[in-house]
């Protein structure tokens, strides 16, 4: 059996990175772990192949290769992986599809031949158990939360590392918040699942194999979900850092109450983690309480931002404007606070409604849903009927993008994120970081109109804070790619041109 396994192309948005990745020599950000992960699972004696369309053109040939073709992706992906699916069938081939965005709209992309959904370890050997005795059926599915301590190490032979800026590991699924909003729940459940100390340090160890040296995202649902699990298994880790002269650096996403654990986020800068993803979502007390982000209520949240930060770990923040009990007032209070918490990468988006999520029952309740989610909540368009008037929602989210991520406000927050950063992670120089730095002397210091702002960051740092010269620089560098977006979404580009029109006609 020759199988194929393509991963989708992102769309050019804010978070794909894409104008960051010449100045690194690299084709895309991460891997496509899933699939990397399926691999492993399918029968040894399968030939395999994978295309990751992000990095690599798929070819004719290369489909012609193929008995089958496994595709898998997120929601964001769905324009690519229904051409993909479509190229597929019209050479004939056989085409199994699974991943978040076939678990959740597997009818938006026609053509699939078997649907492997939910979660693998359940749902792909029931296929492989149908496919050897011939019965297949078209969809396979299942409830079930698997024990993950049997999941396999990823199959890296498929991939040339090099393409990457950082390589991806899974260490847990499931978030025990509930959020109104977010699909992790319904995914992955409250129960956050953990793999063995010795099964997650045999995969740090396979990467360290195959010869990866750099930066390592660990994709959690949130990272410090089971909180003893995490403080059993990073000992361990931080041993073998040391062991190995902390080959890896990590970020990860967690949740805000890491902040009140100083055991925790010790262990966590020791064993070299340097950034981490926090879901803020808005500094208005109203909304946070509306949609259920009680882990952020009643509490400081720029202290927890720089309590964070001042063990180590760089704070990027998710925020989301569009709730129900947000105000003309809201767009300001989440600048100011953005500004004043010197959260540099402010992931700021529109509300987005997302299929099987309470917030997606709620409003199919209350016949306000217009379209199925995109994956995207930076484009400019509302898939359901805010309370507040849609022109002004989408305007004033604009408005907010416009601003943080205006040169001056953009280099600002980096000046206040420095005040409070403490770098602890060991990092060693390699040819990409020299050839990054380089590019940035002539392609911001000389040819960009963020050169004043820039070199004006590279002073300061050399003098006062020479250890954060390599975060200021990175930092820099994706100045560069969110003015570009932010210019294209001002622009309309890539927006509904009738997404406001058909939201105010309900």
Same mark, same amino acid.
């Given at each position: 059996?020759?199988?194929? $396994?393509?991963?989708?192309? =992102?769309?050019?948005?804010f978070w794909s990175y894409r104008t960051i990745l010449p100045?690194?020599?690299?084709?895309?950000?991460?891997?496509?772990?899933? $699939?990397?992960?399926?691999?492993?699972?399918?029968?040894?004696?399968?030939?395999?192949?994978?295309?990751?369309?992000?990095?690599?053109?798929?070819?004719?040939?290369?489909?012609?290769?193929?008995?089958?073709?496994? #595709?898998?992706?997120?929601?964001?992906?769905? %324009?690519?992986?229904?051409?993909?699916?479509?190229?597929?069938?019209?050479?004939?081939?056989?085409?199994?599809?699974?991943?978040?965005?076939?678990?959740?709209?597997?009818?938006?992309? /026609?053509?699939?031949?078997?649907?492997?959904?939910?979660?693998?370890?359940?749902?792909?050997?029931?296929?492989?158990?149908?496919?050897?005795?011939?019965?297949? &059926? @078209?969809? =396979? !599915?299942?409830?079930?939360? /698997?024990?993950?301590?049997?999941?396999?190490?990823? %199959?890296?032979?498929?991939? %040339?590392?090099?393409?990457?800026?950082?390589?991806? #590991?899974?260490?847990?699924?499931?978030?025990?918040?509930?959020?109104?909003?977010?699909?992790?729940?319904?995914? *992955?459940?409250?129960?956050?699942?953990?793999?063995?100390?010795e099964q997650i340090m045999a995969e740090f160890e396979s990467? =360290?194999?195959?010869?990866?040296?750099?930066?390592?995202?660990?994709?959690?649902?949130?990272?410090?979900? *089971?909180?003893?699990?995490?403080?059993?298994?990073?000992?361990?880790?931080?041993?073998?850092?040391?062991?190995?002269?902390?080959?890896?650096?990590?970020?990860?996403?967690?949740?805000?109450?890491?902040?009140?654990? @100083?055991?925790?986020?010790?262990?966590?800068?020791?064993?070299?983690?340097?950034?981490?993803? $926090?879901?803020?979502?808005?500094?208005?007390?109203?909304?946070?309480?509306?949609?259920?982000?009680?882990?952020?209520?009643?509490?400081?949240?720029?202290?927890?931002?720089?309590?964070?930060?001042?063990?180590?770990?760089?704070?990027?923040?998710?925020?989301?404007?569009?709730?129900?009990?947000?105000?003309?007032?809201?767009?300001?209070?989440?600048?100011?606070?953005?500004?004043?918490?010197?959260?540099?990468?402010?992931?700021?988006?529109?509300?987005?409604?997302? /299929?099987?999520?309470?917030?997606?029952?709620?409003?199919?309740? &209350?016949?306000?849903? $217009? &379209?199925?989610?995109?994956?995207?909540?930076?484009?400019?368009?509302?898939?359901?009927?805010?309370?507040?008037?849609?022109?002004?929602?989408?305007?004033?989210?604009?408005?907010?993008?416009?601003?943080?991520?205006?040169?001056?406000?953009? =280099?600002?927050?980096?000046?206040?994120?420095?005040?409070?950063?403490?770098?602890?992670?060991?990092?060693?120089?390699?040819?990409? %970081?020299?050839?990054?730095?380089?590019?940035?002397?002539?392609?911001?210091?000389?040819?960009?109109? !963020?050169?004043?702002?820039?070199?004006?960051?590279?002073?300061?740092?050399?003098?006062?804070?020479?250890?954060?010269?390599?975060?200021?620089?990175?930092?820099?560098?994706?100045?560069? @790619?969110?003015?570009?977006?932010?210019?294209?979404?001002?622009?309309?580009?890539? &927006?509904?041109? *009738?997404?406001?029109?058909?939201?105010?006609?309900?």
């Amino acid at each position: 059996m020759n199988v194929l $396994l393509v991963y989708p192309r =992102y769309p050019d948005t804010f978070w794909s990175y894409r104008t960051i990745l010449p100045y690194v020599s690299k084709k895309a950000a991460f891997p496509p772990l899933g $699939l990397l992960t399926v691999s492993a699972m399918l029968p040894p004696e399968w030939n395999r192949r994978l295309v990751d369309v992000n990095a690599r053109q798929l070819t004719d040939e290369q489909i012609s290769w193929a008995d089958m073709v496994f #595709v898998s992706g997120m929601i964001v992906q769905r %324009d690519s992986a229904a051409e993909i699916v479509g190229r597929c069938k019209a050479m004939g081939k056989t085409v199994v599809a699974g991943g978040p965005l076939f678990s959740t709209q597997k009818a938006r992309v /026609p053509g699939v031949d078997h649907f492997v959904l939910d979660e693998a370890e359940v749902t792909l050997p029931r296929f492989l158990k149908d496919l050897e005795e011939g019965r297949l &059926e @078209h969809v =396979y !599915s299942s409830d079930e939360r /698997p024990d993950i301590s049997t999941t396999p190490v990823p %199959d890296w032979s498929l991939i %040339d590392m090099d393409d990457y800026v950082s390589m991806s #590991v899974q260490y847990s699924r499931g978030c025990p918040f509930n959020c109104e909003f977010c699909d992790i729940v319904a995914m *992955n459940g409250r129960r956050p699942r953990t793999k063995r100390p010795e099964q997650i340090m045999a995969e740090f160890e396979s990467l =360290y194999e195959a010869g990866w040296r750099g930066g390592v995202f660990v994709v959690d649902d949130n990272f410090i979900g *089971n909180t003893a699990e995490v403080k059993n298994m990073l000992p361990r880790l931080i041993q073998w850092q040391r062991e190995r002269d902390f080959p890896f650096q990590f970020m990860t996403e967690a949740s805000t109450n890491l902040a009140d654990d @100083h055991e925790l986020m010790s262990l966590m800068s020791r064993a070299n983690f340097h950034k981490v993803f $926090l879901g803020i979502e808005t500094p208005e007390a109203e909304s946070l309480a509306e949609c259920g982000k009680h882990q952020n209520a009643g509490r400081d949240l720029a202290e927890a931002v720089r309590t964070i930060q001042s063990n180590g770990m760089q704070v990027m923040g998710g925020f989301i404007v569009g709730f129900d009990s947000d105000t003309e007032r809201t767009f300001d209070a989440q600048i100011r606070f953005i500004q004043q918490a010197g959260i540099v990468t402010a992931m700021v988006g529109l509300l987005n409604v997302l /299929p099987r999520t309470r917030l997606w029952k709620r409003l199919s309740a &209350e016949d306000r849903l $217009l &379209e199925d989610s995109t994956g995207q909540n930076t484009d400019g368009f509302l898939n359901f009927v805010p309370r507040m008037e849609p022109e002004k929602l989408i305007s004033g989210y604009k408005r907010i993008i416009e601003r943080i991520y205006s040169r001056p406000m953009y =280099y600002r927050r980096i000046h206040t994120f420095l005040k409070t950063y403490t770098p602890t992670a060991r990092t060693h120089m390699r040819r990409e %970081d020299v050839q990054a730095f380089l590019k940035s002397l002539l392609r911001i210091g000389l040819l960009s109109k !963020s050169s004043p702002h820039y070199w004006k960051l590279l002073l300061k740092t050399l003098t006062t804070n020479i250890r954060s010269l390599p975060v200021a620089v990175e930092l820099a560098i994706c100045g560069e @790619h969110y003015v570009r977006m932010r210019d294209k979404l001002l622009r309309g580009e890539g &927006e509904d041109p *009738n997404a406001v029109s058909v939201t105010a006609s309900r």
